[in-house]
């Protein structure tokens, strides 16, 4: 039996957007009725390097499908500008869960980007208002690209606005974005009066006033990934309706973590959980809401959802490299 090998191009073939945010509401939901096995993420700092590696298992048994894996993934911030690679690299391997054979090794870069834009797809879907026309998005690397990809789905955007410290990132946006949007450069002041604002920088202290969102924004709280990270006014924390992917992880390395290790945040500031929204045991938006946050910081069940839909996909195309990794011998 054959181990299937997907590079970076085949999971981006094989991932189609809507496949994937559907897949992924399907894990969280099934997170929510205890259906997942997840274990917490676990860190190796590597200050010297400017960086980190991730260990990430889970599996997931959704209503129509079940699979495992386990992502192997860094955050090294110096990787651009020093070698010339992307800050987040990684490699999954996918199993299945009755034999655990390893179905595939794929790329795990393409795949975080992926799923980390259809989670806020679905907390988007779940927690904006209806009629969101206008996405800003704080940070204009990899992901702004799949912010925009993953949200359009879900809302009609017809706005956006991305603010970034670099210009050349900027502009670099506004020039590739898609002729359906009116994209303009602006400050992170302008991006956050817009209806939906993802943020995505790896800053450990608030750039987004509370002050500079909208009554009714819905705000995509993606870039805090690791303890010490933080992107928002805690009063933003405090007014909002806040939705968070995971207890463990947000109050250890989501947006909550900062105000949260100072007691600024407590439980009872805290709505629930994304998956008890998806699986329709906690409202998401009601008539009353104004101000509403998902605290983002990317679940392996997230990784185990994205890779099922390219691994059934490529393997109906035919696609990938088929290689023996495991020996046939019983013993």
């Known amino acids: ?9 085949a999971v981006e073939e094989h991932a189609a957007m809507p496949a994937v945010i559907e897949a992924v509401a399907d894990a969280f939901a099934a997170d929510a009725r205890g259906e997942t096995i997840m274990p917490a993420k676990s860190y190796i700092d590597l200050p010297q390097y400017n960086g ?11 209503e129509t499908w079940d699979a495992a894996a386990v992502k192997w993934v860094n955050v090294h911030t110096d990787n651009p500008a020093d070698h010339d690679l992307p800050t987040v690299l990684g490699t999954l391997i ?16 393409v795949l975080t980007r992926l799923r980390t834009g259809a989670a806020a797809a679905v907390a988007t879907d779940h927690l904006a208002v209806a009629d969101a026309d206008s996405l800003g998005l704080v940070g204009a690397g990899t992901q702004a690209y799949t912010q925009l990809e993953a949200i359009a789905e879900v809302r009609d955007i017809k706005t956006v606005v991305v603010a970034d410290r670099s210009e050349e990132r900027q502009r670099a946006f506004v020039d590739a974005s898609d002729d359906r ?15 939906v ?30 303890a010490g990270k933080h992107e928002h006014d805690d009063r933003t924390l405090l007014d909002a309706k806040l939705v968070i992917d995971d ?18 945040l407590t439980d009872d500031d805290l709505y629930g959980e994304l998956g008890d929204i998806v699986a329709g045991t906690l409202e998401g938006r009601t008539d009353g809401d104004g101000l509403t946050v998902f605290d983002s910081t990317g679940l392996a069940i997230q990784d185990v959802a994205a890779a099922h839909v390219v691994y ?13 990794l495991v020996g046939t011998d019983a013993t």
């Open 197 to 226: 604002l993802s943020t995505i920088t790896p800053v450990e202290s608030p750039i987004v006033e509370r002050e500079w969102l909208g009554e009714r924004t819905h705000v995509n709280a993606i870039g805090a990934d690791a």
């Open 52 to 62: 980190d590696f991730r260990s990430m298992p889970a599996y997931v048994a959704a």
């Open 1 to 9: 039996m054959q181990t299937l090998l997907l590079g970076p191009d």
């Open 181 to 195: 949007f009116d994209v303009r450069a602006g400050s992170i002041e302008d991006a956050a009066g817009c209806d």
């Open 247 to 264: 207890y463990e992880q947000c109050t250890h390395s989501g947006e909550i973590n900062v105000p949260w290790s100072e007691g600024v």
């Open 312 to 324: 059934e996909h490529a393997s109906e195309a035919g696609d990938g490299t088929g290689f023996s």
């Open 94 to 109: 996918y199993s299945d869960p009755e034999t655990a054979f390893p179905l595939s090794v794929m790329d795990g870069t």
